[in-house]
């Protein structure tokens, strides 16, 4: 079994910074890729930021330059520092990560969701 443990969401100011964090545990033989999405009410949930195990980032474009995404040395932690919020960045942001477990089955797997408020 395999968990996603997200932490360090909360309430921020426009212009202001938070720092998310997820943990994964359990049965894992390989972390591939590890991200962010978002859901905002009323909309989909998209593509934050993505960081493989190896190779280059992804950002969703509106996040450019204000965030910034990064893997522990262990490779199980995810962090997503987020500066220069905007209130467009509220949503509820969830982690995912793409995991091989030890009976060799690989899925994808999320965290429970974790809330960003940016107020104006």
């Known amino acids: 079994q395999v968990q996603l443990v997200e932490s360090g969401g909360g309430l921020a100011q426009a212009g202001g910074s938070l720092r998310l964090s997820c943990t994964a545990s359990?049965?894992?033989?390989?972390?591939?890729?590890m991200g962010w999405y978002r859901e905002a009410p009323g909309k989909q949930r998209g593509l934050v930021a993505l960081?493989?195990?190896?190779?280059?980032?992804n950002y969703v474009d509106s996040v450019k330059g204000r965030f910034t995404i990064s893997r522990d040395n262990a490779g199980k932690t995810v962090h997503l520092q987020m500066n220069s919020l905007k209130p467009e960045d509220t949503a509820v942001y969830y982690c995912?990560?793409?995991?091989?477990?030890?009976?060799?089955?690989?899925?994808?797997?999320w965290g429970q969701g974790i809330q960003v408020t940016v107020s104006s």
């Open positions: 995912s990560a793409y995991i091989r477990t030890i009976d060799y089955t690989s899925m994808d797997y």
């Open positions: 359990g049965s894992i033989r390989r972390i591939d890729s």
């Open positions: 960081i493989p195990s190896a190779g280059s980032t």
